[in-house]
């Protein structure tokens, strides 16, 4: 799976795994599993993943 800076930029925040998953509104297993690279992120879950944390998807996602 590619690099994404979820994580990174989650912390940079000061926000949980778990808020940010209530506030991108997808699952936490998922969003764990989307941020430690074991699963891809959907277009939809990649766009609301890039507006809970105030950035753009290229920020989020820069590899691709």
Partial sequence: ???N???ELREE???SQSEL???ARIGSTNLNAIEHGRIYAWPKARRSLAKALKVTQKELFPEE
Avoid: D, S, V, Y
């Fill in 21 to 23: 998953a209530r506030r």
């Fill in 13 to 15: 925040q000061g926000l």
């Fill in 1 to 3: 799976m590619k690099e």
């Fill in 5 to 7: 800076r979820i994580k």
